[in-house]
């Protein structure tokens, strides 16, 4: 009993940090394209012209939330495979796909729509699968 | 030049998830909280291939700011998703991780989508 409790509030933990990840890297996507398309000066090798990039506030914002999207992912990293975090994240480019439509106006095509699904379809599949495969909890979680 | 800059993102994303999923099983499991992360800052800076793969994300993400001035974000997340298969296939040749069959039919159908959505 106390080991199943244990085991489901680390399954609980792993899909609490996803959704906070993939709530900050739909925002700062989001954020970052909208801010850049603003930006007058085409990017290029030069590192300056990042930096003052950034000083635009959609930017800004757009930097933070996906830094902070970067070290959510990185303590799922410690939760779960890579072959787990890589295939589930991807409900990611779904979401960009849509807010790119609804916020930034983008036309988005029926191939695009279908290939959409089938990153989801493709996400779940492996979501149904064990969390973790190195771990100790390896036989346990294997089931 | 888009698909240069889709290339820099795919390559860098790669080496880092390899070098981050490496060294964060590791370090051990992390917590979300404000403590969590000052501890996980700690730990970047500690770990040199910890680090070389945070620098790795930093430059895919450079060149996913220069990717989306240009093309819609519909277009620039899906096509960086090419990593997909190949980062897959890493994790099961270098990390050892044990792919079954639900996990690569999974992976193979977003791949199918990542050719569809960027198409």
């Known amino acids: 009993m106390n080991t199943f409790t244990e085991r489901s509030g680390a399954v609980l933990k792993t899909y609490s940090v996803l959704l906070l990840f993939l709530a900050l890297k739909a925002a700062g996507n989001s954020a970052m394209a909208w ?9 290029s090798m030069n590192p300056a012209l990042y930096l003052r990039a950034m000083l635009h506030p959609f930017v800004a914002v757009g930097v933070v939330a996906l830094i902070l999207a970067l070290l959510t992912r990185m ?3 410690s939760l779960a495979d890579l072959s787990f975090v890589l295939p589930v994240t991807a409900v990611g480019y779904v979401i960009a796909v849509f807010l790119g439509k609804v916020f930034l106006h983008e036309t988005v095509t029926n191939q695009r729509w279908l290939g959409a699904l089938l990153i989801f379809a493709g996400a779940v599949l492996v979501g149904s699968t064990s969390r973790n495969t190195t ?6 979680a294997l089931k | ?30 917590s979300v909280s404000a403590r969590g ?3 996980l800052l700690e730990t970047i800076a500690q770990r040199r ?4 793969g945070v620098a790795c994300n930093a430059v895919s993400f450079f060149a996913f700011m ?25 994790a099961k040749f270098v990390l050892h991780e044990r792919i079954g069959a639900r996990r690569a039919a999974g992976a193979l159908a977003v791949l199918a989508g990542v050719v569809l959505v960027g198409g």
């Open chain 1, 35 to 43: 801010g850049m398309k603003q930006v007058p000066e085409r990017m």
């Open chain 1, 75 to 77: 303590a799922l990293f």
């Open chain 1, 135 to 140: 771990s100790a909890a390896r036989t346990e």
């Open chain 2, 1 to 30: 030049m888009k698909w240069l800059l889709v290339a820099a993102i795919v390559l860098a994303t790669v080496l880092g998830d390899l070098l981050q999923s490496h060294e964060m099983k590791q370090a051990g499991e992390q």
């Open chain 2, 37 to 39: 992360f000052a501890r």
């Open chain 2, 49 to 52: 291939l910890l680090f070389l």
């Open chain 2, 66 to 90: 220069a990717l989306v001035q240009t093309e819609p974000l519909s277009f620039a997340v899906p096509a960086s998703a090419s990593s997909f298969v190949l980062e897959t296939l890493l």
